[in-house]
């Protein structure tokens, strides 16, 4: 008696797990968490508050060089010409001054006092600039 009041059990419980069990179809993809994450990508960061002078304790300017024959820095290099809408980071630079979106400053000093045009940077980069030396040892001058 026992074993048959177990046996219907087992056959009701097979029967009614085989009967409400059906394909799903997903219409998005699954959640990898609790929440979707389509408001982060739409939110605007929150901008610094403005720092006071006095609020300022040391500071300093640090100039880098960025080696881009380096691979880690490559990524600023290539496209060497512009592609599918890929631009090298120099070139986005120039592009930015000819708009007139940024502006560029002449490196006489390190104080940005002095703007340079578009024109002049592009004069500057075409013509080779003769530049003269004294050697140390001798006194004597030469070109390079």
């Known amino acids: 008696m026992k074993k048959a009041i ?5 056959f009701i419980f097979i029967l009614g797990a085989r009967l409400s069990s059906h394909a799903q179809v997903l219409e998005a993809p699954p959640r990898d968490g609790i929440y979707d994450k389509s408001a982060i990508v739409q939110m605007d960061p929150i901008p610094y508050a403005p720092i006071r002078e006095a609020d300022v304790v040391w500071s300093r300017r640090i100039w880098r060089t960025i080696d881009l024959r380096e691979k880690f820095n490559q990524p600023f290099y290539y496209p060497v010409q512009p592609q599918n809408g890929w631009k090298s980071f120099v070139q986005l630079l120039l592009d930015a001054m000819k708009e007139g979106t940024i502006t560029a400053y002449s490196p006489t000093s390190d104080q940005f006092l002095y703007n340079i045009t ?3 940077l592009m ?8 530049v003269t030396l004294k050697r140390p040892d001798t006194d004597e001058e030469y070109d390079t």
């Not at 177990?6 to 087992?10: A, K, N, T």
């Open 6 to 10: 177990f046996l219907s059990f087992v």
């Open 118 to 120: 578009y024109k002049e």
């Open 123 to 130: 004069d500057k980069l075409q013509t080779p600039q003769k």
